[in-house]
């Protein structure tokens, strides 16, 4: 596979904020350690989306190195659409109906 562009749903900021939220409240510089690695992993996306094995139906996962958190994301024809960045320590139902409700309608 070749890398293509990713892109992220607009609800993705409002996962962002949470996961910053939550590492911030109990490490020092979290959020800023947080978002390098989410940023570490959405380039690794890029590169090769298809190295992510998929998780749920027609999403892939990619799990946020030393984190709870995981990217989820759709591997479309010519674009990579990140859809979630979810704890993964939910229930897999709720993550699932979550995925479901944010399909990209292309």
């Known amino acids: 596979m070749k890398s293509q562009p990713v892109e992220f749903l607009e609800a993705v900021e409002n996962d ?9 409240s ?5 959020a800023a350690k947080f978002l390098v690695r989410f940023r570490e992993t959405v380039t690794q996306i890029e590169w090769n989306p298809e190295q ?4 749920h139906r027609r999403f ?17 024809t010519d674009v990579t659409t990140v859809v979630a960045v979810l704890d993964m320590r939910k229930d897999s139902r709720v993550i699932r109906s979550l995925l479901k409700l944010r399909l990209p309608k292309r």
């Open 16 to 24: 962002l904020n949470y996961a910053q939220d939550f590492y911030a």
């Open 26 to 30: 109990w490490l020092t510089n979290g």
């Open 52 to 55: 992510f094995p998929p998780k």
């Open 60 to 76: 892939h996962r990619a799990i946020i190195r030393r984190t709870y958190f995981g990217i989820y994301f759709a591997v479309e």
